[in-house]
Nanobody, 122 residues
Framework: QVQLVESGGGLVQAGGSLRLSCAAS????????MGWFRQAPGKERKFVAAITWSGTTILYGDSVKGRFTVSRDNGKKTVYLQMDSLKPEDTAVYYC???????????????WGQGTQVTVAS
């Protein structure tokens, strides 16, 4: 079992930056692949980024490549999402999730946080 709690969301102007954190509890955190997803009102949940347990393999969604950076600290049981050059279309609730494989499909993730709101003003 892994419990996940996101933090760091908020309101930012276009072009600004935010850093999301996802704190995990549970002894097996380091063995899980971690992902970030986002969901805007009325839209489906979309893949943002994923990272292997070792941090050596990282995937990004096309819309965030070059602007977002995912990282993890297994000692702190925390995964991060650094978001730079934010755009209004990045506005969404951001979720972190844990899976037993490196995946881009949210159906493959077993545990989810409650989400944190990110709003980018134009």
């Amino acid at each position: 079992q892994v419990q996940l709690v996101e933090s760091g969301g908020g309101l930012v102007q276009a072009g600004g930056s935010l850093r999301l954190s996802c704190a995990a509890s549970g002894r097996t955190f380091s063995y899980y692949y971690m992902g970030w997803f986002r969901q805007a009102p009325g839209k489906e949940r979309k893949f943002v980024a994923a990272i292997t347990w070792s941090g050596t393999t990282i995937l990004y969604g096309d819309s965030v490549k070059g602007r977002f950076t995912v990282s993890r600290d297994n000692g702190k049981k925390t995964v991060y999402l650094q978001m730079d050059s934010l755009k209004p279309e990045d506005t969404a609730v951001y979720y972190c999730a844990a899976a037993q494989t490196l995946a881009v499909d949210f159906h493959d993730y077993d545990f989810w946080g409650q989400g944190t709101q990110v709003t980018v003003a134009s």
